[in-house]
């Protein structure tokens, strides 16, 4: 195939679009960025392995595609499914087109997310719940701080008085996790509440995360770690971003030992994501973490209010858990989504990974 210059390679990778080429065998010969997102890989994984590999076993029509590749005839479909393996769904319209290249005959498949849209209108709503969460959540935070205190110089006394001296580990967590959590609601009360950002590894947070849930957890549930190592460091305030995803975790843990789901399993993916929209904002890289379990799912009643402040389908649940991790994702300029049905829950944080400056245009 001719090489197309570095000025439209340049043009095709900043689409929206994700294009991918298959040859007459559905062998993959080219991605964009965009279908690379798609994709979740890189061109390497890409380049030569069949489309059948990336898709559930029977979503993928192969005689209608290659139906179309011998009749030459294109087609659009609207609004379509695509099943990816390992369970993820993409809503999508797509454009199949045929070219006759020098090296034989291809087609050219054209996707367009349609959550992209949707997604949209939805973050409009779910900023809406945010700043009625973020008012809740002020009232609160001057009840969560008094009995803090009251934790953590028990903790300190009982430091004091401890024996064996191998338990002042547990003492000294209880402290730390105190303050960390003092400190959050300081900066969630404060009118000036920016998080404090530093450059650094998005999976340091995710690991002490995985270090406190063993701790925490009396259910026995296996974490799968799927890191991306080559993501680069991000902006971020890392107290925030690990309480973030603590409590996305610990409803993923509730969940699963709630319903006694057959051996159940946490997975924390990580994953850089070009060429994104978050808030009206447009990004050429985003760090992505997906944080997945195999547990009962949302409970269909409250998928929509899933962020406001107080919902819960819990007995004893406060209802907080998401919408304190709405509020910190919000002040890092990023999003969370949510996807979810029995037996897969989703949540999807984005961090960009380019805003040095734009922060502090704030
Ligand atoms: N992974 C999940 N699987 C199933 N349901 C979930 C999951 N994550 C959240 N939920 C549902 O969303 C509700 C809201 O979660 P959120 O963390 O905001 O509050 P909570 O867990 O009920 O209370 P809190 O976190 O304040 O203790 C939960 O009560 C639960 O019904
Ligand atoms: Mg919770």
Known sequence: MQSPDSATTTLINNLNTALVMVDEHLNIVYANHAGEALFETGTKQ??????????????????????????????TENEIRLCFRENRFVQADLTVTNLQTEDGPRLLFELRKIDQQKRISRENQQNAQHYAARELIRGLAHEIKNPLGGIRGAAQLLEKVLENKEHQEFTQMIIEQSDRLRNLVDRLLGPNSLPRLQWSNL????????????VDSETPVT??????????????DQDMIQQAVLNIVRNSIQALSEAHTPSPEIRLVTRVER??????????????LKIVDNGPGIPPTIRDTLF????????????????????????????ID??????????????????????NEQ
Do not use: C
């Not at 974490?223 to 971020?236: E, G, L, N, Q």
């Not at 304190?324 to 300029?333: C, E, M, P, Y």
């Open 46 to 75: 890409l380049y030569g392995h069949s489309l059948y590999e990336f898709f559930m076993p029977g979503s993928i029509k192969g005689s209608r595609l290659k139906a179309a590749l011998r009749k030459g005839e294109d087609f």
């Open 203 to 214: 999976h340091q947070a995710l690991e002490k995360v995985r270090t406190l849930m063993r």
């Open 223 to 236: 974490m799968v770690r799927d890191y991306d190592p080559s993501i680069p460091d991000v902006h971020i």
């Open 275 to 288: 060429q994104m929209t978050i808030q009206g904002k447009r990004h050429p890289l985003v760090a992505k």
């Open 308 to 335: 406001y402040p107080m919902v819960s389908s819990k007995q004893n649940g406060s209802g907080l858990g998401l919408s304190i991790a709405q509020t910190l994702i919000n002040h890092h300029g990023g999003r």
């Open 338 to 359: 949510v996807d979810s049905h029995p037996g897969h829950t989703e949540f999807v944080l984005y961090l960009p990974i380019d805003r040095k400056e734009s922060l």
